[in-house]
Structures are given as structure tokens and as C-alpha cells.
């Protein structure tokens, strides 16, 4: 007679509330469909802008709507963890070498981050918010 | 082509970058003109006149169709994690409208 052998159970859809590791993984992964909606709000925008000035009001009207207020909020949130996992990830997909040493993985998040805040604040400043 | 694999990845990786950098500065921007404070820039004609350039073009194509593409290849392995197992009809889908998106978005911006 052979043993039942030992399965452990794991629940497929809330696998990963037990750690916390999981649980930002899991975070992660789903602001993907955030990003991939709002490209989609995005391209609304476009597709109104060759439409005409009514059509891009109405465009406009649509983001303050409060569902798609409501919506931007919580996209914002994922996008900056996105954002900071995504350059803690970067030195680990690409690491750069220079002689016999690695570039500290610190510098390489370090300088994405000053990039971006860089990058941030040009776009503000030339989109006229300052 | 012996996988697609690396095709759809580097369109991942592509997208990703460009999400982390690019969104949280335009969600604050289209934040702003939700609540009533349209920015200069999104005016119907200053941003009808950016997006009549090239330049403009380039950079609101490669915004939008990148990060539809990040967007459909984690789903795959997003909806995975939540318990969905239909792989298969989750990339159909996902690619269809990352595919789609960026049809539209290049028909969109050459119209402007």
C-alpha cells in the first residue's frame, strides 16, 4: 500500500495575502492593467484631439468625471510603486560592468531616480503647471 | 522565428521603462485637468499643434503603444497569479488590444 502522498494546499486566488513579499509582487503585477487602461484613456485623448475641439471638451469633461477621477487616483498610486520597483529591478536585469567591478546596484536605482525627477519636473514646468 | 518570446518581452521591458518614467507626471497633469486646472499644454491648441509635429507624434505613439504592450504581456501573468487559468484567451485578448491600440493610435495621430 503506498502512502497518500502530501499535497499542500494552496489557495489559487488569494495566494499571495499570507507574505507580504508576495502580497507587493501581486501589487505589481496587477498595476500592469492600470497602466494598460490608462494608455487606453490616453488614446481616447488622441482620437478626440483629431476630432475636433467638441470632442476633445468632451474629452476633458470625461476626466473629471468622478469614476475616472477615481481611477486616475488609484493609478497613480500603482504607477509610482511600478515606478520604484521597476528601478530597484533595472541594475538586477541590467547590470553594467565597468573593468572587473559592477556598478553598485544603489548608483544605477540612484541615478533612474534622479532621472526621473529630472524628467518629471521638465515636463510639469514645459506643460505649464509651474 | 523560432519563439516570439523575446519580441514580446522586450516590448515588456520597453513599456515598462516608459510607464515608470513617463505616467505618474502625466496622471498628475491629467489630474489636474480633472479637477478644473487644464494645464496650458493640454489646451485643445497647443496640444492639437504638438501633436501636428513629428516629434509630438513620435513620443505620444511610443507612450501610448509601449505601455499597452507592457500592459498586455503582465496581464498574462497578473491575472495567473488572481486565480484565472485561461492563458490562452487572456494573450489572445491582451495582445488583440495592445495590437489594436496601436493601429488606432498611429491612424489617430497621422489624422491630426
Known sequence: ?130 | MKSNKPLFWSLFAAGGTVAAFVMPVLLVITLLAGYGMVPEALSYERLHAVAGGWPGKIVLFVIVSLSLWHAAHRMRTALHGLGLRADRAVAIAGYGIAALGTVLSLHYLLAI
Open chain 1, 1 to 130: 500500500m503506498t502512502p497518500k502522498p502530501y499535497v499542500r494546499e494552496i489557495p489559487r486566488t488569494t495566494w499571495y495575502l499570507s507574505r507580504r513579499g508576495d502580497m507587493l509582487h501581486m501589487v505589481h503585477e496587477v498595476s500592469s492593467i492600470f497602466i494598460g487602461i490608462y494608455s487606453l484613456v490616453l488614446l481616447w485623448g488622441i482620437q478626440s484631439l483629431a476630432e475636433g475641439p467638441v470632442a476633445y471638451q468632451a474629452f476633458l469633461d470625461g476626466l473629471s468625471s468622478p469614476l475616472l477621477l477615481a481611477f486616475q487616483w488609484v493609478t497613480l498610486a500603482l504607477v509610482l510603486f511600478h515606478a520604484q520597483a521597476w528601478f530597484a529591478l533595472t541594475p538586477k536585469a541590467m547590470p553594467i560592468q565597468i573593468g572587473e567591478q559592477f556598478v553598485p546596484d544603489g548608483l544605477i536605482a540612484g541615478a533612474h531616480y534622479l532621472a526621473w525627477g529630472v524628467f518629471s519636473l521638465v515636463v510639469l514646468y514645459l506643460a505649464g503647471v509651474f
